[in-house]
């Protein structure tokens, strides 16, 4: 039974696990010839990789020679109206080879075809999901009205569930750049996505492209004058920063098959020479050895199939609760991973591979054995690798164990963090249509509005932002401090345009100066109000109010009249994820902004409210969810809020192992030593001797691989660290807790088989030699 456990929880686990990784990294992706297709960003020196600007991909996009099919998209935020009440969609706005380029069909009527890039008709083509949530599905939708942003569009095709593109875009309409975007080469709008030609390269690509660049840097040095191309393959853009996460699962796989298979082969060990005298007599009466070792393989097989069932089931409980997100939830794409055929035919060749590497050398030995007339002790050799197996399998779990320790204080004080301002407060997104409100004074004026309007209910109290700290990290801005000679690229801030009330909304206190009022209008002098972290970055040695700063682009500076506390986001690699510039709306007016609605008593009431009076204003804008405030602060969570559970779920699998690994050892022991600790007892050794015996050099092997485990602590945690960022300081008494509770365990483990060893007939075993 042990056997099969073990077989369940390595196959159960090391399967989920290669369900998510070959779904992530090995699957090929479902475009026509997606091995071939790159994607290619601009980099700068000291702001990274961002989008193309338009104006440069339609300077090389017909001069590269080693792409074909290239295309473009820009991702848009829209109200969609068609059958049913307003919704936010997000779409993208795509150049004419962008369907061409993917080579997916659509499931009803057409992609955008030329005439649609001409301006000859307003098509849309919607994503099956779409199309069931907005159309119902409905078979004969291809030729139905549309209205996106205000404008109305006609509905040309949809297309299969299946498609996942970057951004997971909802619908697809032309993009037909107007004269300002051709000539655009500040903003970088142009999602750049291409097809190698055959024989051709990323590598060969890239070299091309910066031939380019650089006569694009010296005909335009004011806007491109430090950016070149990077071209890098498409799931690799897909992928985003997850490769360390990659790596790390599947080393814990790779070590929990390690450990299951020292483990099994231990228990084959143990179990065998239990059989010794009924292998005596198959020998015996002429069974050829070849055929006793093939039925003992056959018997393990058996329980390596039936334990392997269940961790197939085991495997799929994984994927369900787990899926791509294990990975990262911020994956550009949205990989579906599942236990099928691939996953199945890999989960057969892993089976055979233990079974292969564990199960014959102990079927050889035991058959062996049964041959001699006297039992033959384990050679030293033996001896010594297993307890080196026993004592590492010790130390990695103590040492892993004592950092998922700390891993999951520091979950706990960062989520701790998150939560500062609990209760009944929710967020809701709005977007308004650049179409229809073109220019900031008409954002203004609807936010003005509706700000004012929701002030006067009693249902409610809202407050506004367009960043709600500490969200997802979306971009940042960069800006120059008067009287510094310091380039600007090396100064960047996270920026939120706010309305009054918004700090005492998300429970950010004032530490010095005054904070946003509605005093700052837009024709007062412009201010700002800062975060604690950026004033250390920036002003370390001095006291910030009063001093101004001009973000790259404004024209106007602004004058920081307050200093606020951070709203941590520890676990960020980025430093900017503390860094924030508050500025007042009215003065930086935004197309989007996030309302802070705290209800009055129940939710419902605040919630008709908000639509009432959002409908009043504009009956086609929609709003998106209601979403707790807690929920879209600790956002950043979930990524290392479900990584932390998988570390936790598999040191939990490695300590069980572990400890069924001494278990097997000990019996092991009282099986090979079976005569010896029967003559022990027939020349007046008690029961506690014998056990005595068999566990302190078990015991003297778990102290020694504590010990190992302790003093690997800082390497397995900075391994951590890297993943997971970083851990909170490490308490010496937590490493030595776990490890005294891991001994008392491993005590335990150790003691069962030993008091039945213990508790055998002596005198009938010495009778049976």
């Not at 959002?614 to 707790?628: C, V």
Request: hydrophobic share 50%; charged share 20%.
């Amino acid at each position: 039974m042990l056997v099969a456990t073990l077989f369940a929880l390595s196959i159960g686990l090391a399967g989920g696990l290669w369900a998510v990784i070959d779904a992530v990294a090995l699957r090929p992706l479902p475009y026509r010839e997606g091995d071939r297709l790159v994607v290619v960003l601009e980099r700068h020196p000291e702001r990274g990789s961002m989008f193309v600007t338009p104006a440069n991909f339609l300077d090389w996009i017909d001069r590269v020679s080693t792409l074909q099919d290239v295309a473009g998209s820009s991702a848009i935020e829209a109200n969609l109206t068609g059958r049913d009440a307003p919704v936010r969609a997000i779409g993208s706005k795509v150049t004419e080879r962008f369907f061409d380029l993917l080579g997916v069909a659509p499931v009803r009527g057409r992609a955008l075809g030329v005439a649609d890039f001409r301006g000859e008709g307003r098509g849309v083509v919607l994503h099956y999901g779409l199309w069931q949530r907005q159309f119902h599905g409905d078979p004969d939708v291809v030729g139905a009205p549309v209205v996106i942003d205000g404008e109305s569009y006609t509905v040309v095709g949809v297309m299969p569930r299946e498609l996942k593109t970057i951004g997971q875009a909802e619908f697809w309409i032309p993009w037909i750049m107007s004269p300002e975007e051709r000539g655009e080469r500040r903003f970088h709008l142009v999602g750049a996505i291409a097809r190698l030609r055959d024989r051709q390269s990323a590598g060969d690509a890239q070299r091309e492209l910066e031939s380019i660049y650089s006569q694009l840097r010296a005909a335009h040095p004011d806007t491109t004058g430090d950016w070149t191309a990077w071209v890098r393959p498409l799931r690799d853009v897909m992928l985003g920063d997850s490769r360390r996460a990659l790596l790390l699962l599947g080393t814990a796989a790779a070590l929990l098959i390690l450990v299951a298979s020292v483990n099994i082969a231990g228990l084959l060990l143990a179990w065998l020479p239990s059989r010794r005298q009924e292998l005596m007599v198959r020998l015996a009466i002429g069974a050829p050895a070849r055929r006793v070792v093939g039925q003992l393989l056959t018997e393990t097989a058996t329980w390596a199939i039936a334990g392997s069932a269940a961790g197939v089931a085991l495997a799929a409980a994984f994927v369900r609760l787990f899926g791509a997100v294990a990975i990262s939830p911020a994956l550009e794409y949205d990989f579906e991973p599942r236990i099928d055929a691939r996953v199945i035919a890999a989960t057969i060749v892993l089976l055979a591979s233990i079974v292969g590497a564990t199960a014959v050398v102990p079927c050889l030995l035991a058959v062996r054995r049964a041959r001699d007339l006297v039992p033959r002790r384990a050679a030293p050799s033996g001896l010594v690798a297993r307890r080196i197996a026993i004592a590492a399998q010790v130390a990695m779990c103590v040492a892993l164990l004592s950092t998922t320790t700390t891993l999951l204080a520091s979950f706990r004080q960062v989520a701790s963090l998150a939560s500062r301002n609990p209760g009944a407060a929710v967020g809701i997104d709005i977007s308004l249509p650049e179409n229809r409100y073109r220019d900031e004074a008409s954002q203004r004026d609807f936010f003005d509005r509706l700000l004012t309007n929701l002030a006067t209910r009693s249902e409610l109290q809202v407050a506004a932002a367009s960043y709600v700290p500490p969200a997802r990290i979306w971009g940042n801005v960069r800006f120059e401090i008067e009287g510094r000679s310091t380039p600007s690229d090396a100064q960047t801030t996270l920026l939120t345009a706010v309305s009054s009330g918004i700090f005492d909304a998300l429970g950010v206190a004032l530490v010095r100066g005054r904070l946003i009022e509605d005093r700052d209008a837009a024709a007062a002098p412009r201010v700002g109000v800062i975060s604690a972290a950026l004033a250390r970055r920036y002003w370390p040695n001095d006291d910030p109010i009063g001093h101004r700063i001009t973000l790259v682009g404004d024209t106007g500076p602004i004058m920081i009249v307050g200093l606020v506390d951070d709203v941590r986001q520890p676990l960020s690699p980025d430093p900017r994820a503390e860094s924030v510039l508050y500025l007042p709306y009215r003065q930086f007016p935004l197309s989007y902004m996030t309302l802070i609605v705290v209800p009055a008593r129940d939710l419902a009431p605040a919630l008709a409210a908000v639509r009432e009076e959002t409908s009043r204003l504009d009956p086609t804008q929609a709003l998106g969810p209601a979403r707790s405030l807690d929920r879209i602060r600790g956002e950043w969570l979930e990524q290392p809020r479900l990584q932390t559970r998988i570390v936790t779920l598999f040191g939990l699998c490695t300590v069980l192992l572990t400890l069924i690994g001494l278990y097997a050892r000990v019996a092991y022991a009282a099986a090979s030593r079976s005569r010896e600790l029967a003559i022990r007892q027939a020349v007046g050794a008690g029961p506690a001797q014998v056990v005595r015996a068999l566990t302190v050099e078990t015991v003297i092997v778990v102290l020694g691989g504590a010990g190992m485990g302790l003093a690997m602590l800082p390497v397995t945690s900075s391994l951590v660290q890297t993943t997971f960022g970083p851990l909170s300081r490490v308490d010496l008494g937590v490493p030595a807790a776990v490890a005294a509770l891991f001994g008392v365990a491993a005590f335990g483990s150790a003691y069962w088989p030993a008091r039945r060893a213990a508790r055998l007939d002596a005198a009938r075993l010495l009778r049976s030699e």
